[in-house]
């Protein structure tokens, strides 16, 4: 099947191709841990890119103690998890039913990881080696192994977490949970565990990202902020509250991203600058995304 | 009283939500002054009638007419101007405000344009108005009180009083009585009664309390699924048969 | 939260602590060196910025976290004017064509977001993003705009020929920002400004009384929009230099955090906490910039958590209370009086 379609497809677009859906898993996987703690359960978390920021230098940290590149990917998203849980149980519990005030606490959270982080590793450019080397060839292209595991990483985190949700109990009990906080708690379910864990989750996403995404990436203490904007812009624009949506807002942006560096090439801020302006017109013209969450009546 | 104009005239008024019809072709009229009183079990859809009365939702079909005009597609700010001003089920005051901040902010809706209201200090007639109305709600002793701080029922007895502040020619009360005590329940009656001895005004109260309804209103529209199925006096509507089933059958499920 | 009358009464602390600040800063370039006046001159017109968005926010309860933009574009414009058209007068690059310039792409964003409804939380990301486009595009048209390295060497104002020296450019943008403090209280104070907060504290009701919260909110925002243009204006007139970051979203969040320390919602903590943090900021080395940046972020997060009216609140309830406690036996009910902050 691959050989017939490469075959078929001048290799130039072949190589588009190919770019773009790492770009785009890479949004997708960048946003999946906002997917769950803004689309699911409604907190505006401006820390979301100091996370991701964070589990990239816990991989470079991983890294340069000596370890393999794969043991970093292991441990990015229980340190960031963690710091997630903790930033939970001091904050954002006394904040679920003040959105703006969350969204500047978490913005006050980032500076302080974003600090935190400069303290502990200076201000220079860190580069993290990926865990798998070389390259492999796909429709006829040859392509970095990493690019294709960004893909496969993607997929399957995705897969996974769309499972826990829809099937396992303790995804029901967290979306139970979110949905009704006073019924999940009169059927007995511990609602502070709940969030706590959803939140650590959603968090553990986010260093996971970072460690994944580290080396495409120039890593430093504010790398996070670029990736917070594309973060909420996929999950808005996508549909606030659902994985397919966000998987549609990674699709739609990072594939309008790939088409504006090509047509305006050379230009990379004004091709970024017109995804925003796409962003923000559809924010504005369908705020309920592309595929918005089940109607909520009146 | 049908040989005047009505105030407010609903004709065909209907709002549906995908599948689901929550007004169905509703003709409701109220005359200058009167008070009428909407009631029907949950669901029956009188909070998205009266949201279409004051715009917050558009009608799928049907027109709203009021002082002989077309208020069909205007928007909820210039329908409050023309005096259409609702009191919310769940009391809707500026919490963070004195109980005088909260007033002085009502009473001057009715200005025509923001930019008559780059003064600081009110006339004397808005002062004295102010203060009538405060004593009225048996809130005078409370104006420089953080509205925050007040009881429940207090907070009701303030947004119908702002409500009026604004000078309405209809005054929609959405459940006046809801979660206050007993005791509470009175003094609201006995504002009422004020309100309507003292003022022009046109009220349409949406209760669940027939007690309540009995003391405020001569005159009662059922709302059920969507549709009006009875009107008249309150006798009429305690005997009439249909009425009693559907809340014979409310009781009975809850 | 009541409303102090927009009557200055000189005799309550509040209003002596004022006095006393603004005394000082009119003092200040006898005891500062020249270079010294330019960069607290800049510090007056980040205090400017941080009044125009707490008319937004701290009085509104719209949360902008993309209003230096609008000051990068008054700096922009100010710095193309003046370099590359001197036949504009300088005042009027100033007064004129960057309030106007910025108040316009106020007025667009807020009729775009506003004709929506956009609020809460998406006004708050939606500014955000467009502080993040503007930066972007600026930084990428290099020969326009200079690109990352910005315009350098933009003129100080000259006025009928004559150059304002740093002492004087000192002196005009603490008028500008005395003037518009002072036009702010009058405007918070006035019915007006209970709209505003009626807005800020339940927009539907305020629509619902009515009251075109619409139109209300598109006034503050380009008004705020016209001041924020001023104040970038000033700032590329005394400093010299535009670049990109003026534009863009860390300076935005980060005058969020001076007016949220200082207290949001009383301008006077805006203009408290834009110059305090950003004069402690310039005295700090830089080993321990970094703490000291992560432990105004812990001051910023237990204020947002713990005190909404910051240090200024603190003050004025404190002084409140020490006042009440005194005089409580043979004080009267006085009305709306005894409020520090406006």
Known sequence: MITTIASVVPLQLADRVLISLTSISGLVLVASGLTIIFGLMGVLNLAHGALMMVGAYTAYAVQSAGFSPWLGIVIAPLVVGLIGVAMEVTLIRRLYDRPLDTLLATWGIAIVLQEAVTIAFGTSQKSVAPPIEGSVSLLGVTYPAHWAFIIVVTIVVMAITIGLFAYTDIGIMALAVIQDREMASAVGINTRVSDRTTFGFGSALAGLSGAIMAPLLSVNSTMGIAWLADSFLVVIVGGVGTFTGTIAGGILLGGLDNLFRTVISGYTSIAQAAVLVVALIIIRYRPQGLIPAGERGE | MTDTEPLLRAEGLTKRFGEFTAVDDVDFTVQPNETKALIGPNGAGKTTFQNLLTGKLSATEGTITFDGEDVTHVSPHERAQRGIIRKYQITSVYEDETVLENMRLAFRSRASSPWELLRTHDDSDIRDRIEELLSIANLHDEQHTTVGTLSHGEKQWLEIVMAVGAEPELLLLDEPTSGISVGETDDTVDLIEEIRSKENVAIVVIEHDMDFIRKVSESITVLDRGEIIASGTIDEIENDETVQRIYLGEAADA | ?342
């Open chain 3, 1 to 342: 939260m009541a409303t102090a009358d927009a009557a200055v009464d000189l005799k309550t602390p509040g209003e002596i602590a004022k006095l006393a600040g603004l005394l000082a800063l009119v003092a200040l370039p006898l005891f500062v060196s020249e270079y010294q006046v330019s960069t607290w001159s800049t510090y007056l017109t980040f205090a400017l910025l941080a009044l125009s968005i707490d008319l937004v926010w701290g009085y509104t309860g719209l949360l902008t976290l993309g209003h230096a933009a609008f000051f990068g574009a008054g700096a922009y414009v100010t710095a193309k004017l003046l370099k590359e058209v001197p036949a504009v007068p300088d005042a009027a690059v100033v007064f004129v064509v960057a309030p106007a310039f910025a108040a316009l792409l106020t007025l667009g964003l807020g009729w775009f977001l506003f004709s929506a409804d956009v609020k809460g939380s998406y006004f708050a990301i939606t500014t955000l993003i467009v502080s993040i486009i503007f930066e972007s595009v600026a930084g990428e048209f290099v020969g326009f705009l200079g690109g990352f390295n910005g315009i350098y060497g933009v003129p100080s104002i000259q006025v009928v020929g004559f150059e304002l020296t740093a002492t004087m450019s000192y002196y005009l943008a603490l008028g500008i920002l005395v003037g518009s403090y002072l036009f702010l209280r009058l405007l918070v104070g006035s019915a007006f400004g209970r709209v505003l907060r009626g807005i800020r504290g339940n927009q539907e009701r305020t629509e619902f009384f009515g009251y075109d919260t619409q139109r209300y909110r598109l006034i503050v925002f380009t008004l705020s929009g016209a001041m924020a243009g001023v104040a970038g204006s000033m700032y590329a007139t005394i400093d010299g230099f535009v670049s990109p970051p003026l534009l863009g979203f860390v300076l935005s969040t980060q005058v969020v955090i001076w007016i949220a320390v200082g207290g949001r919602g009383t301008l006077i903590g805006a203009v408290f906490g834009a110059i305090l943090i950003q004069y402690l900021n310039s005295t700090l080395s830089d080993v321990l910039i970094n703490y000291w940046e992560m432990g105004l972020a812990v001051l910023f997060i237990a204020v947002v958590i713990g005190a909404p009216r910051g240090i200024v609140g603190l003050l004025s309830d404190t002084v409140e209370g020490v006042q009440t406690s005194l005089d409580s036996a043979n004080r009267g009910d006085l009305g709306a009086g005894g409020e520090l902050d406006d």
